[in-house]
């Protein structure tokens, strides 16, 4: 049984911070989607959707892509959803009590042992999983929240990059505020702790007469049970699929390029009927493919993502193949 908590809104940085029109999401999320933002941002316009009712993103993450369209104008509101109970902390935090998550933040002691406190008992409250939940994503390798991944620099801290190499507390803070300002503003609509089902279920019944667009961004088809602390088993793709093939709102989906997630798709990719609004009819998605760019302190690796919708128009720049 989920727990469903909707809200609705009514030391020194190691590096030079200078303020922009940009607004970055405070998480560094594994799998993140910033670099689709160009892509959403010319998507909007092609199917003449700016300014947008509302956007949703029912695995939030990092929300940097509606955190970008907010910012920019483009959409007016955006509901978040995450079933992981310290990333919905985190949301709600830096929505509805941003000032007590700036202050602990500001008090943050940036060191291994606080990391091995905090990964060992995140906390009870939402104060304190949202707290817990932005010191490991910003401490951890690859921002992984999932046990297995550890501290930056490594439990002996012997490696150039340490443990506070990523923890920037006058930009992080300053993110913060501007998610606070945006929901103060009313433009964070709702932030739940629902899963995906439920989530679309919620904003269909309140927000059916809204110019809307889905944007669904899954655990990742391999690896997801490394990288997530709520990862995706196969029926529950399965059952996702079943859900974006029967929706009739607009939706876009990313996922890491695989067989088994084209085969869940591929039965409508021939389909050739378009009906008003823009939409295919139900159950025929269109899928394409785009290239990403993933980094670590490592290496820089590309990778095929799979971009599936149900809108007749998509911004052909960003597309290798359909």
Not at 120 to 136: I, Q, S, V
């Given at each position: 049984?989920?727990?469903?908590?909707?809200?609705?809104?009514?030391?020194?940085?190691?590096?030079?911070?200078?303020?922009?029109?940009?607004?970055?999401?405070?998480?560094?999320?594994?799998?993140?989607?910033?670099?689709?933002?160009?892509?959403?941002?010319?998507?909007?316009?092609?199917?003449?959707?700016?300014?947008?009712?509302?956007?949703?993103?029912?695995?939030?993450?990092?929300?940097?892509?509606?955190?970008?369209?907010?910012?920019?104008?483009?959409?007016?509101?955006?509901?978040?959803?995450?079933?992981?109970?310290?990333?919905?902390?985190?949301?709600?935090?830096?929505?509805?009590?941003?000032?007590?998550?700036?202050?602990?933040?500001?008090?943050?002691?940036?060191?291994?042992?606080?990391?091995?406190?905090?990964?060992?008992?995140?906390?009870?409250?939402?104060?304190?999983?949202?707290?817990?939940?932005?010191?490991?994503?910003?401490?951890?390798?690859?921002?992984?929240?999932?046990?297995?991944?550890?501290?930056?620099?490594?439990?002996?801290?012997?490696?150039?990059?340490?443990?506070?190499?990523?923890?920037?507390?006058?930009?992080?803070?300053?993110?913060?505020?501007?998610?606070?300002?945006?929901?103060?503003?009313?433009?964070?609509?709702?932030?739940?702790?629902?899963?995906?089902?439920t989530t679309v279920r919620w904003v269909e019944e309140n927000y059916s007469q809204s110019r809307r667009l889905y944007y669904f961004d899954p655990p990742f088809w391999e690896k997801g049970e490394r990288l997530y602390r709520k990862a995706f088993r196969r029926p529950q793709h399965e059952r996702l699929a079943k859900l974006l093939i029967n929706l009739q709102a607009p939706w876009v989906l990313s996922y890491d390029y695989h067989d088994e997630i084209i085969d869940l798709y591929r039965a409508s990719t021939d389909a050739n009927g378009r009906t008003p609004g823009g939409l295919v009819p139900a159950g025929t998605?269109?899928?394409?493919?785009?290239?990403?760019?993933?980094?670590?302190?490592?290496?820089?690796?590309?990778?095929?993502?799979?971009?599936?919708?149900?809108?007749?128009?998509?911004?052909?720049?960003?597309?290798?193949?359909?």
């Amino acid at each position: 049984m989920h727990t469903d908590n909707t809200q609705q809104a009514s030391s020194p940085s190691r590096r030079q911070f200078s303020a922009n029109t940009e607004l970055r999401s405070p998480l560094r999320y594994p799998g993140g989607k910033r670099q689709l933002v160009p892509f959403f941002v010319d998507l909007l316009k092609l199917n003449d959707q700016t300014p947008l009712d509302l956007f949703v993103e029912p695995f939030a993450g990092g929300g940097a892509v509606s955190l970008h369209l907010l910012e920019a104008g483009l959409i007016e509101r955006t509901v978040l959803a995450d079933l992981d109970p310290l990333v919905y902390a985190f949301w709600h935090q830096a929505c509805f009590k941003t000032e007590q998550l700036v202050a602990d933040i500001a008090t943050a002691d940036v060191t291994l042992e606080e990391w091995h406190k905090l990964r060992a008992n995140p906390g009870k409250t939402l104060r304190e999983k949202a707290y817990a939940c932005l010191f490991l994503n910003r401490t951890s390798y690859s921002g992984i929240l999932q046990g297995r991944a550890g501290p930056i620099g490594g439990q002996r801290q012997q490696s150039k990059y340490k443990i506070d190499c990523r923890f920037y507390k006058e930009e992080i803070i300053h993110r913060l505020r501007q998610i606070g300002r945006l929901a103060t503003e009313g433009r964070i609509a709702a932030v739940r702790r629902t899963d995906v089902h439920t989530t679309v279920r919620w904003v269909e019944e309140n927000y059916s007469q809204s110019r809307r667009l889905y944007y669904f961004d899954p655990p990742f088809w391999e690896k997801g049970e490394r990288l997530y602390r709520k990862a995706f088993r196969r029926p529950q793709h399965e059952r996702l699929a079943k859900l974006l093939i029967n929706l009739q709102a607009p939706w876009v989906l990313s996922y890491d390029y695989h067989d088994e997630i084209i085969d869940l798709y591929r039965a409508s990719t021939d389909a050739n009927g378009r009906t008003p609004g823009g939409l295919v009819p139900a159950g025929t998605p269109r899928l394409h493919t785009t290239d990403l760019t993933y980094c670590n302190r490592h290496e820089k690796r590309g990778a095929t993502e799979l971009i599936i919708t149900n809108l007749n128009n998509v911004p052909h720049d960003y597309i290798n193949r359909t």
